[in-house]
């Protein structure tokens, strides 16, 4: 039995425009993205807020991966949206448009069982409402944490206050170097260690992932795609597959992180085929466990 | 016994200034830098040229390492001089001065020891030079290619007739982007792989490497720092380790191979701690061996 993951973060529907086409309004943010791929692994409560006229139909699809949605607030108003477009060089994006709608104003009350959750995420959002989630959540087995750069910039040290609460820090290279004011990755990772989170995961995009902590450093390159359909998704997909994974063993030693991370990575690798979270919608835990076995044979020497 | 290798390219002195700070005339050039590298595993012989007042101190140093410099023909001239400028990323630099001197006309001529090498390397030079080594080397048991940008935009048809007899097409990145037209790495590798070399090896700075061949691929992180000192002849080094590598054990499968990436990401990691070569002129085989074990831990799951 898999221990149970809560994810706090906002839910959407993305506009996207990719150098290979476009669609409208696809189910995303960064809770739907990390709750979908933890699913494939753990029970999941998603934490968030939808606007009144979230479609029934994506309601039933979250429900069918096994999510809890008894945290998925709704209320008056309209469900965030956004309209990005991303360069050639898909390291790059703009957004075009941003509606946060009832994201605005969110306030999140966890219900009695997302209370007792063993592993916790605190996806992107203020971090003055990541620590009113934290509070709610006592005796946490595994604290994750990401951010972005608006908060990095606006709410820093709300933000470092929150680190010595957390296990595992994951954040983009870009992010890194901003929060630490160090371009180099290693001493940026030391700089967010000393700030008192037990770990911190680098995220480099199509470069891969590094994990730090006080002893030890793992460096993995990302599974080599032929194509990148659309990024939108990918670092959330990743903190869900590997969150998901610890979950479902209940081990966060190490070893086991590891693991996970390797899991993320296989997760994410599988987001990015298709536009927004299409992909995921037709996934199954045999193509995962295919591709987490090439990922094998790619990395072994 | 370890098989002997011969390695034909530049031999220089380098002004460097990098963040870091500045050194003035260090002994450099592609074909050095992977002959010391190389020199830790396997014999080399060096084809180069330097100029009549190449000091003989530099001379004892190469032959000290068991590096064999009947290649390294001494001509009337200068030998070659580069000075080059690092920017704050050091993934950027400017070209200040090149004197090519004595290189610029250099048509090397091979020894018979040269001439019977099972291990090849046709280090930067006009393609048309490399050809008429690799003409001169009948029967080598693998053969490496390195080029740069200059040559895929200048001598590009020379340069893609070789691939056929090529076995391992070592590259970076964007010099993999130019010469395929594709800037995804997966689909540009395929390319040039169709242009008739058996495996591909690019390089991605401080991402790591990735080879391809035609039924597998190959991943590996760089050896994280905390201080990148001078970037200069990190790719030379690169590849001299994993010639040296495959050299000392005979053995070019891809199982070994992969060993052979990882000695080279090794020496490279050691090579970027000081100005030009001086790290290795203090490095010894113990200490490559503990880095090579320290990059296993680094990296398995």
Same mark, same amino acid.
Request: hydrophobic share 45%; aromatic share 10%.
């Given at each position: 039995?898999?221990?149970?993951?809560?994810?706090?973060?906002?839910?959407?529907?993305?506009?996207?425009?990719?150098?290979?086409?476009?669609?409208?309004?696809?189910?995303?943010?960064?809770?739907?993205?990390?709750?979908?791929?933890?699913?494939?692994?753990?029970?999941?409560?998603?934490?968030?807020? $939808?606007?009144?006229?979230?479609?029934?139909?994506? @309601?039933?699809? !979250?429900?069918? /991966? &096994?999510?809890?949605?008894?945290? =998925?607030?709704?209320?008056?108003?309209?469900?965030?949206?956004?309209?990005?477009?991303?360069?050639?060089?898909?390291?790059?994006?703009?957004?075009?448009?941003?509606?946060?709608?009832?994201?605005?104003?969110?306030?999140?009350?966890?219900?009695?069982?997302?209370?007792?959750?063993?592993?916790?995420?605190?996806?992107?959002?203020?971090?003055?409402?990541?620590?009113?989630?934290?509070?709610?959540?006592?005796?946490?087995?595994?604290?994750?944490?990401?951010?972005?750069?608006?908060?990095?910039?606006?709410?820093?040290?709300?933000?470092?206050?929150?680190?010595?609460?957390?296990?595992?820090?994951?954040?983009?290279?870009?992010?890194?170097?901003?929060?630490?004011?160090?371009?180099?990755?290693?001493?940026? $990772?030391?700089?967010?260690?000393?700030?008192?989170? @037990?770990?911190? !995961?680098?995220? /480099? &995009?199509?470069?891969?992932?590094? =994990?730090?902590?006080?002893?030890?450093?793992?460096?993995?390159?990302?599974?080599?795609?032929?194509?990148?359909?659309?990024?939108?998704?990918?670092?959330?997909?990743?903190?869900?597959?590997?969150?998901?994974?610890?979950?479902?063993?209940?081990?966060?030693?190490?070893?086991?992180?590891?693991?996970?991370?390797?899991?993320?990575?296989?997760?994410?690798?599988?987001?990015?085929?298709?536009?927004?979270?299409?992909?995921?919608?037709?996934?199954?835990?045999?193509?995962?466990?295919?591709?987490?076995?090439?990922?094998?044979?790619?990395?072994?020497?």
């Amino acid at each position: 039995m898999s221990d149970a993951i809560a994810v706090v973060g906002s839910v959407a529907f993305d506009t996207i425009e990719t150098p290979a086409g476009r669609a409208d309004h696809e189910l995303g943010g960064a809770a739907t993205h990390f709750a979908v791929a933890a699913s494939f692994f753990a029970p999941v409560h998603l934490i968030g807020v $939808a606007g009144d006229g979230f479609p029934s139909a994506e @309601r039933d699809y !979250l429900g069918s /991966r &096994g999510i809890d949605l008894g945290g =998925l607030e709704t209320r008056a108003g309209r469900t965030m949206t956004w309209h990005g477009r991303y360069h050639e060089d898909m390291n790059v994006r703009d957004t075009m448009a941003l509606d946060l709608g009832v994201f605005a104003d969110f306030r999140p009350t966890l219900s009695a069982a997302a209370r007792r959750v063993p592993y916790l995420f605190l996806g992107v959002i203020d971090p003055a409402i990541q620590r009113d989630v934290l509070q709610q959540v006592a005796g946490a087995k595994l604290v994750g944490l990401d951010t972005m750069n608006y908060y990095i910039e606006n709410a820093k040290t709300a933000l470092q206050g929150l680190l010595s609460h957390v296990d595992l820090f994951v954040l983009n290279d870009e992010e890194a170097r901003m929060l630490s004011g160090e371009s180099n990755v290693v001493r940026a $990772a030391r700089r967010i260690l000393a700030l008192g989170c @037990r770990r911190v !995961l680098v995220k /480099r &995009g199509e470069y891969g992932a590094i =994990l730090f902590s006080a002893d030890s450093v793992f460096a993995v390159p990302a599974y080599p795609l032929e194509q990148v359909f659309d990024p939108t998704g990918a670092g959330d997909t990743f903190a869900g597959g590997m969150m998901g994974y610890l979950a479902s063993t209940g081990d966060t030693g190490e070893a086991n992180l590891r693991r996970a991370i390797v899991y993320g990575s296989v997760l994410a690798s599988f987001v990015v085929e298709d536009f927004g979270g299409r992909r995921m919608r037709t996934l199954d835990r045999d193509t995962i466990e295919r591709r987490y076995r090439q990922f094998v044979a790619l990395t072994e020497f």
